[in-house]
């Protein structure tokens, strides 16, 4: 007889941010985000105590994808900025480190929660309003008649990740080949409604950076025992295609969960076998050139179509699928009955490609298919990793560009602008404003200091060297002061807009200084050389705001322990 065990009630924690353990939790978490964030942020390294995989990454979506977290409050904050990034690729560590400043800021200045929720609300709504407008001083607009814009958005997510190590030639030279895979993304002359096309990305170990490449078309594994002189025999193209998604293996465990009705003297495998064997017949008769499954092909079938003349891809996989019916055009076949007319496709050519140290079969689209393929090369497989991920998030902060075609000043300048802004702007409405909030004038004020004090946490994030951060009380940028003064090279504010001069005043960032206006940069020939998605991080700003008024406003955590 079994043990019955008295059942245990619910822990309940009562004002959890007035718990120092949890409250110490916050801070460290912040301080693991704080630590990995910008171009000279420190790694991370994630593994077990019993061995395994050891994860080396500074991204946001690595770090808290892989690491458990027992207390309910971070796993909120977690999820959240999960969420995020999953939406937008990119600003997660953003998110992260602000709002965990806001809710530490806001338990620093002794704010009463109601008062700080409506004040923040308030603040991110002007926040919206500033960033979305014409007279926006940390927003430029994205030129698609030029790839610099591209290339300065990808390059700045490329060098804000130091685990994939790359020097300065390696960092350009991915970040053009991701501004050519999103062009070669975007569909042309369409004359209906254009698809967005895709990119596959291939990873190749032990290879130099340098010989990473972008190709129009789908490059895929080299069918086994195809040899160049099969290619030539097949002529020039375009060649037509077919493609099952169904299991071509002939095994019954592949026809599902269903109940068969077998005769005396039916072999229902050999059955299988001679449908299979009509189905390469008509393929055949068709003059089908390329045929590809999703799943395994019988190998007498595969012989079949080797004597035939036919390049068979077997195991396409399901990530391959879509790409493979974008570029040929044709719709996957869903059992082994005979193919209808309209599921051929076609492809303009094939061809061998060697990748490094690998050779690939390249698949040419025959009409406008939005289709490439970025082969990534590295020189280990922890490097070759978060390369490859950064990568494909790079390529879709560009897409989220053809919807909002703006960018951010990046380098902490968007910060420190944006909260010289908000000091300034409610300065003189304090009094009005906080009536209008229901707070009281003390309070709002209060609530000012703790929003702007966590953006300029942030752009102090990006330095981890010791060196000071600097804010002009001109334009609003960040800088920090050139440890090498000896050097001819002009020196500019973080995101490469503004540059130097002898009358331009600074003073420590998150300093009391005098509020002022920033000034509108115009008629400069200077380009910011690091940028940020705009889209990306307005959605961090709002939803990171939110989630902090929602974390201070958690008055009791239950917990069922059984």
């Known amino acids: 007889m079994s043990r019955i065990c008295k059942k245990k009630p619910a822990v309940c924690t009562d004002d959890p941010l007035s718990d120092s353990s949890i409250c110490q939790k916050i801070a460290l978490l912040r301080n693991i985000l704080s630590t990995a964030y910008g171009p000279t942020g420190r790694l991370k390294q994630i593994h077990n105590n019993v061995g395994g995989h050891v994860l080396t990454t500074s991204t946001s979506t690595a770090l808290l994808k892989r690491v458990d977290m027992s207390e309910p409050l971070l796993k909120l904050i977690s999820t959240s900025v999960q969420h995020h990034t999953a939406r937008y690729s990119d600003c997660g560590l953003f998110m992260g480190i602000f ?27 002007e926040c919206n309003m500033y960033l979305k407008g014409d007279s926006c001083g940390c927003k430029v607009s994205v030129d698609f008649s030029s790839c610099i814009s591209l290339v300065a958005l990808a390059r700045s997510m490329i060098t804000s990740k130091p685990a994939c190590m790359l020097n300065s030639r390696e960092t350009q030279h991915i970040s053009s080949l991701i501004a050519q895979a999103f062009l070669y993304s975007i569909p042309c002359n369409s004359p209906d409604v254009a698809c967005f096309g895709r990119t596959v990305t291939i990873g190749i170990e032990g290879q130099p950076v340098s010989d990473s490449s972008v190709f129009p078309g789908l490059l895929v594994d080299v069918p086994e025992m195809l040899q160049p002189a099969d290619l030539k025999r097949l002529g020039s193209g375009p060649f037509k295609v077919v493609v099952f998604s169904a299991s071509l293996s002939g095994d019954m465990s592949e026809v599902g969960d269903v109940t068969l009705e077998i005769h005396r003297g039916v072999d229902p495998e050999l059955d299988l076998l001679q449908q299979l064997l009509k189905l390469g017949e008509q393929v055949v008769k068709d003059k089908v050139s390329l ?13 079949y179509f080797r004597e035939h003349g036919v390049v068979v891809i077997e195991r396409l996989g399901l990530a391959l699928m879509e790409p493979f019916i974008q570029i040929s055009g044709a719709q996957a076949v869903a059992s082994c009955s005979p193919v209808p007319a309209e599921a051929y496709g076609l492809v303009r050519g094939l061809c061998f490609q060697s990748c490094g140290s690998r050779e690939l079969l390249h698949l040419l689209p025959s009409k406008d298919a939005a289709i490439s393929t970025l082969v990534l090369c590295h020189r280990n497989e922890t490097m070759l990793e978060e390369l490859k991920m950064t990568c494909q998030r790079a390529e879709h902060v560009l897409r989220l560009t053809l919807r909002e075609p703006y960018a951010l000043l990046g380098g902490g300048c968007t910060e420190t ?59 609003a940028h960040r800088w920090v002061p050139d440890i090498y003064p000896q050097t001819t090279a002009r020196q500019t504010c973080g995101c490469g807009l503004v540059e130097d001069r002898s009358d331009l005043e600074k003073t420590p960032l998150n300093t009391a200084c005098h509020t002022f206006s920033p000034v509108f940069l115009e008629n400069t020939d200077n380009q910011p050389i690091i940028l940020d998605s705009f889209s990306a991080k307005l959605n961090a700003l709002n939803v990171a705001v939110e989630m902090a008024n929602f974390v201070l406003d958690v008055k009791y955590i239950i917990k069922d322990i059984n």
């Open 99 to 125: 709002m965990l400043r806001l809710i530490e800021n806001t338990q620093k200045y002794n704010l009463r929660t109601v008062a700080a929720a409506k004040s923040y609300k308030h603040l991110v709504e």
């Open 291 to 303: 045929f590809a499954c999703q799943k395994v092909v019988h190998p007498v079938l595969l012989h």
């Open 417 to 475: 602008l944006l909260a010289t802004h908000i000091t300034h702007m409610n300065q003189s409405t304090a009094t009005t404003t906080a009536a209008a909030l229901g707070v009281s004038h003390s309070e709002f004020l209060m609530a000012v200091k703790a929003f702007c004090s966590s953006l300029h946490a942030v752009a102090l994030s990006l330095e981890h060297d010791g060196q000071d951060c600097l804010i002009d009380l001109t334009y």
